[in-house]
Structure formats: C-alpha cells, structure tokens
T-cell receptor
Framework: GQQLNQSPQSMFIQEGEDVSMNCTSS?????WLWYKQDPGEGPVLLIA???AGELTSNGRLTAQFGITRKDSFLNISASIPSDVGIYFC?????????WGAGTKLIIKP | DGGITQSPKYLFRKEGQNVTLSCEQN?????MYWYRQDPGQGLRLIYY???????QKGDIAEGYSVSREKKESFPLTVTSAQKNPTAFYLC???????????FGQGTRLTVV
C-alpha cells in the first residue's frame, strides 16, 4: 500500500535552533498536511498544502509542497519549549489520508 | 463552539467485555474516521465513513465495529475479539474524504 516516509524519526534540539523535517512518497498526493500532537492529545492541523511548489507559513512554521507532489518539508524557526511534540505529515489518497510515522521533537535541557 | 468530542477521556474495562467509544461532531462534516495509536507509534486507521449509513474497513478493522446512523455520530465498539485493545483511540472528521481532518482529544482505553 501507499506509505509516507517521514524523517528524522526524532530530533534533539537546543532552544532557539531551527528545525527541519520532511516526508517523501513514491506516490503523488493532491494535498499534503502537517499536524502536531502533544502528549495525550489529538493531532492539531498546522499547515495544509494544495499546489505543487506551494510554500506556506504559519508563524514560525514554514512548509513546502514538492514540485513533483511526492514530498514535503516542514521548517520551524527559533524553536521554543512548547514546540516539543510529535509532528505528522499526511497526504490524501482515494478519499482517505495516508500518514507518516511522525517526527518526535525533543528540546535539550 | 464547533468541534469534535470524544468521550470518555479514560476508560477501563475488564478483559472479554465489549466497550463503545463515543465520537460526536458538530462541524457538519461528511467524513469521519477512527484511528488507533500505540505508545511511540503513528496513527493506524481502523474504520472510516464518507457518508451516513456507509463505512469501510481500514488497515486494522479486525475486532472492531462501527455504525454511522447519524451524520454527527460515529461510535466505535471494541469487541472481545480484539486481542490487544489497550491503546489510545482517536476520532477525526473532515468535510469530505481525504480533506483536512480535525481530531478529538482521544480516549485512552485500558483493558485489565
């Protein structure tokens, strides 16, 4: 079946650092979505991408839809402690969403 | 306020008992989904419904059942046939299948 390969699996960062994560697929998706999940909560939609090559920002977050529609990246600038959590990418396929395995963001003490 | 509500937040059941998890949305969304999440893992699709009175199995439907009698409601029953039911269950809805999904707060089910 279709899969989204999300990397890295986890990241240890210092507060104030920039963060980058990405998702790739062998299949084309019409929509790419980025979510964040805090512990014990449901995922929250951060950014939705609809067009190949589209670059969209939401505060310190920036995401881009790859030109081939097979990949996307998410950047977080100047990370802060509340950025800790799990970030998921998702793509639409046949009226359902295909999910990446998540990138866990951990702030170094 | 519009949103998607799961209840209860925590649920404990004895092994061998069926249990039903509630999911209600007032967003007027056509599509609804149930996911299972195990510790440190991603989301796995149990069932989804694109319209009232219709639903399809996801990747891990065995041991689960659903109904979609009303647009707003998509309850999930975890049956005694589910071999390892302890998990975090997430319900989501979207305007249509494959569109942006909005999640409830989840139900953590523990079977003892």
């Amino acid at each position: 079946g279709q899969q989204l390969n999300q990397s890295p699996q986890s990241m240890f960062i210092q507060e104030g650092e920039d963060v980058s994560m990405n998702c790739t697929s062998s299949s084309i998706f019409n929509t790419w979505l980025w979510y964040k999940q805090d512990p014990g909560e449901g995922p929250v939609l951060l950014i939705a991408l609809y067009k190949a090559g589209e670059l969209t920002s939401n505060g310190r977050l920036t995401a881009q839809f790859g030109i081939t529609r097979k990949d996307s990246f998410l950047n977080i600038s100047a990370s802060i402690p509340s950025d800790v959590g799990i970030y998921f990418c998702a793509g639409d396929s046949n009226y359902q969403l295909i999910w990446g395995a998540g990138t866990k963001l951990i702030i170094k003490p | 306020d519009g949103g998607i509500t799961q209840s209860p937040k925590y649920l404990f059941r004895k092994e061998g008992q069926n249990v039903t998890l509630s999911c209600e949305q007032n967003l007027n969304h056509d599509a609804m989904y149930w996911y299972r999440q195990d510790p440190g893992q991603g989301l796995r699709l149990i069932y989804y419904s694109q319209i009232v009175n219709d639903f399809q199995k996801g990747d891990i439907a065995e041991g689960y059942s659903v109904s979609r009698e009303k647009k707003e409601s998509f309850p999930l029953t975890v049956t005694s046939a589910q071999k390892n039911p302890t998990a975090f269950y997430l319900c989501a809805s979207s305007p249509r299948g494959g569109a942006e999904a909005f999640f409830g707060q989840g139900t953590r089910l523990t079977v003892v």
